[in-house]
């Protein structure tokens, strides 16, 4: 058999850190969403890219698929091994491999997370500042093209990746990109990777933008009449070109949610959650700006601090509230669905979406990174009612089609995966085929992830 043979060949140089148990199949299996687990047939732990390129020459010699894990943060089933395989699993990869603070940039390897970088970094003055809210690790988020609550100001992964050393599908190694800040050497394999959910190659180093740590940074909160009022609120303040750090959404529900799960007392409101960064001076005028437009859409006095705690509470508030959400259905399971839009698009698509939901007669509470136009629907369900797994799905269905008549994208950040990949069609027309002949072209067996993001695949 193939897989016998690949599996004994990966245990003659992996070893113990080639694992078959049942409780690392399991845990591999699954995702943060309501796929159903789908284990892999192994484990493999490597530590070098030499181990990685070996991995999947082995695999590629028995046309055995490999997908890549970091943390198993993701949402759309990204890193769940729908037909078996091997995963391989990052998590000893985990080096800080060069910081260069005169350039502002640092190599790492893929299994290194968000926080644990930004640990690293303190001495420096400097940090990474792409924030999904999950301490995922680097790899993931590349491969993600994540993004977050920083990105109305600093970008997605997309702006912050210079340059990977990446493993083929026939076991190559190769380098994308450089430390330079342009280039205009041929094809921009590093933009190609990003992004692509693993199924082009397997990252094993990454090279960072960094940015300087703020000298001030203050962040606050307000509430506002109705989900209208909000949204044309984040619709002047980036119009305005006031330069937010963050500009999150929580809708009444959300905030709910949030009194019950820390303790606070938000209003039964829609809320804005914002952060400034600049001088002591400049964050201190954008906030006093930025309060005349909340006053202007009859928003609550705008409360704001620049006290660490203060700030540090209010944004794990703000990264828990998917846990917030849970809790405040106890059993409850959850289906997580983004979209994207043009920030002018952004209020309807916001107030087509609520009154969606609430016909539905599913809880279904939105927060998001509106300063993008991004936001998510957590639709909670009974698993004990199929019927509500079929209705959750309607509904993220509606969103991913409103968000595309309205000009935007199916997906602002969760990625595609399994959950999105029915709409790659209606988004990208010809386009998803192209996506589909470079798959081909680089992955002939298609052992690299399959099942994800493309046709046919």
Known sequence: MPLAQALDDLQAFLGERLSR??????LHARSESYFPPTPPD???????TEEVAQIVRTCARYGIPVIGWGTGTSLEAQAQPLHGGVTVDFSRMNRVLDIRPADMDVTVQPGVTREALNEELRATGLFFPVDPGANASLGGMAMTRASGTTTVRYGTMRDNVLGFEAVLADGRVIRTGTRARKSSAGYDLTALLVGSEGTLALVTEITLRLHGIPESISAGIC??????AATNAVMETIQMGIPMARIEFACAQTAQAFNAYAG????????????FHGSPESAAQDAARFAEIVADHGGSRFQWSSKSEERTALWAMRHNGYYAILASRPGARAVVTDICVPISQLPRAIEETQTDIAASGLPGPILGHVGDGNFHAILLIDPDKPTHLDI?????HRMAERALRLGGTCTGEHGVGLGKKAYMQAEHGEGWDVMG????????????NPGKLVRGN
């Open 21 to 26: 148990s049942k409780s690392d199949l399991d």
């Open 42 to 48: 192994a484990v493999a732990y490597p530590e070098t």
């Open 264 to 275: 606070t007392a938000m209003a039964d409101q829609p809320h804005l959650m914002v952060e």
């Open 437 to 448: 002949q470079l798959k081909r072209a680089m992955d002939p067996q298609n052992i690299l």
């Open 392 to 396: 959750a799905k309607d509904l993220a």
């Open 223 to 228: 509430a506002f009449p109705d989900m209208t």
